[in-house]
């Protein structure tokens, strides 16, 4: 990569840098994990026979090296001359036995600790999508899709491992370590302590390792997030990038992305396979000093052959705990960088929150009231600057303007996608806060300009407006946008299947069954964004003929930049600025010659 173009891609890169992206500089919390654990609490019955399993292998591996002991030191003692063949099978027997109960014990708990693992990830990954639905527009505004999506797929699933094995392992870890320790001593203390005495020098190397490799995957993560929100932007952006042939350019900007994300992940993964090693240069110190001073208590007839083996045993089952633990460690602070993030999104509150005693709003006549609104989207730039409207019931009321003037923001505070800053929004005299946001939206319909359609069928995408619409009603809308005829020629009709955002669909045709969609809804108030301005001059004809019947007795709100299709309002809105500079119906805007006047002639100048 050029020095040019490294420098365009980091100048690119500050794009992706956004606030829930920034690495946490924080302690191991361990609140935290407890916060995690509440997520298997539902679970703790199901657990228990796991954790008996679990017991129970553990025991028994403790078991074997002390059957060991009691064979060499009393069954095959050969200085005693013993040759009792009874006794050495039956030890043989019981060990084989204890292997066998090990065996299946380990193998229910495999089983079952994956399938409850699961049940928790699934849990998980369902509150965090449920959260992020509920989130105010704000909280969108400022971050990309890809970068959501990251939390929802990759950070739950850098938890699976924990959830899985982890906290199982940890336990029977625990327990088989305080189970050898206890042995070690209570055979004889003075070599106990001997080879344990290198576990203190153990923890104090690779406790110096800790904070490195959480911030090393902490960054491994963030790094993942910004490649997926790139992604994202990407395919979205594909005509964009083709149409100015900039594919060399954006595959150089992924390639500066994905060679800091392999960077960051060899980074983090080297510094977690260093316990490894460090466990392993202890083992063998620890094992040196057993037969050292293991041979020497023999030849001072301290200890015996099948004690010094009996210890071997422990000894090498004493560091493979130790081993898995440092890497359980490792594991946990994965899980730790993923979660930090996971709850970083959890414990957003949305902006938008209903009141704690919010009512139901009644089925509603229609009358919209604005009172002295001032709205921001950021601070101290003001969107709007006490806007007062009021609208009665059936009224068509439109709102035009230069880009920029505020007339999506009142669409927007209509709908309480967000609140003001300053005044209040009334619908037949109730304050739109009082109410459920539910129960707001369900009476409220909407068309955009950027029309969503979703992967399924087209009948599918129009009963999204209605679940519970019938096949008679679907069609009934269809028709009454002049829809259905195109469907009809497509090849399965209302069961043609259309890809993500309705690729195999013109613009006209996707707002056409936006259009259909939002009046199945059969909403007392009906937002027209831009709605016909991707549909060809007949077919805005027949639409126009079609709404003076179904926007009968319901309030509508219209914003257009094609004038004519706003021409029959009841009240024209003219916006400037956040501010209302005109209002009034279309022959008196024109009479009076002023702004609305002059966007109608600049219009008609390029006509």
Not at 225 to 239: P, Y
Not at 479 to 501: C, K, W
């Amino acid at each position: 990569m050029s020095a040019k173009t490294q420098m365009k891609a980091r100048n690119r890169n500050e794009r992706f840098v956004y606030q829930d992206d920034e690495e946490i500089e924080k302690p191991f919390n361990w609140a935290q994990l407890r916060r995690l654990y509440n997520y298997m609490k539902p679970y703790n019955r199901q657990l228990m026979p796991v954790i008996i399993m679990m017991v129970i292998g553990t025991l028994t591996r403790l078991t074997n090296p002390l059957l060991m002991y009691f064979a060499i030191d009393n069954v095959l003692d050969a200085y005693k001359g013993s040759k009792n063949v009874g006794e050495l099978v039956a030890v043989a027997a019981g060990m084989l036995a204890l292997y066998a109960i090990q065996w299946v014990s380990n193998m229910y708990r495999i089983k079952y600790t994956n399938i409850i693992g699961q049940k928790v990830i699934y849990d998980l990954r369902k509150h965090l999508f449920q959260h992020i639905q509920k989130l105010s527009f704000r909280f969108y505004d400022k971050r990309p899709a890809g970068s959501v999506l990251v939390r929802v797929t990759n950070d739950v699933n850098a938890l699976q491992e924990l959830f899985t094995n982890g906290v199982v392992n940890l336990l029977m870890d625990c327990i088989q370590l305080f189970g050898i320790v206890i042995i070690l001593l209570a055979l004889n203390v003075k070599l106990g302590l001997a080879v344990m005495i290198t576990v203190p020098i153990m923890f104090v190397v690779s406790s110096s390792l800790r904070k490195r490799i959480r911030f090393a995957w902490q960054s491994v993560r963030m790094k993942q997030s910004r490649i997926n929100a790139h992604l994202n932007e990407s395919i979205q952006g594909m005509k964009v990038t083709q149409a100015y042939v900039q594919e060399k350019d954006n595959m150089s900007f992924f390639d500066h992305m994905n060679t800091d994300n392999i960077k960051s992940w060899n980074k983090a993964s080297a510094l977690n396979q260093m316990f490894g090693p460090i466990i392993e240069v202890t083992a063998a110190i620890g094992t040196c000093i057993l037969f050292w001073y293991g041979a020497t208590l023999i030849q001072n007839e301290v200890i015996t052959v099948g004690l010094l083996v009996a210890f071997a045993n422990y000894i090498g089952n004493f560091w493979d705990p130790i081993n898995r633990l440092g890497q359980m460690y490792s594991q946990l602070l994965i899980a730790m960088a993923s979660s930090e993030r996971i709850f970083e999104f959890i414990d957003e509150e949305p902006t938008v929150a209903e009141a704690g005693n919010a009512k139901e709003l009644p089925a509603i006549r229609g009358d919209v009231t604005f009172e002295n609104i001032v709205f921001e989207y950021e601070k101290n730039r003001p969107a709007l600057k006490n806007v007062s409207i009021n609208v009665k019931a059936g009224q068509s009321i439109a709102l035009v303007g230069h880009t920029g003037s505020g007339k999506s923001t009142i669409i927007n505070l209509l709908c309480r996608f967000y609140d003001p800053v300053q005044g209040r929004v009334l619908i037949d005299g109730i304050d739109i806060r009082d109410v459920s946001i539910e129960s707001l939206r369900s009476q409220v319909g909407i068309v955009l300009q950027d029309t969503f359609i979703f992967s399924g069928t087209i009948r599918d995408n129009i009963r999204y407006g209605r679940l519970d619409a019938t096949d008679a009603e679907i069609v009934k809308a269809a028709q009454s946008v002049h829809a259905h005829d195109f469907i009809m020629n497509l090849p399965d009709g209302y069961d043609t299947q259309v890809e993500e955002r309705g690729n195999v669909l013109s613009m006209g045709q996707r707002q056409l069954l936006s259009f259909a969609r939002a009046l199945l809804a059969d909403p007392k108030i009906l937002i027209l964004d831009e709605a016909t301005a991707s549909i060809d001059t007949e077919t805005e004809l027949k639409i126009q003929e079609a709404l003076k019947t179904l926007l009968k007795d319901r309030t509508s709100f219209m914003i257009a930049h094609r004038l004519s299709t706003i021409r029959h309002a009841d009240d024209i809105i003219v916006l400037d600025h956040g501010v209302i500079v005109e209002q009034g119906d279309h022959a008196a805007l024109v009479k009076k010659q002023g702004v609305y006047n002059g966007l109608i002639e600049a219009q008609f100048k390029f006509v």
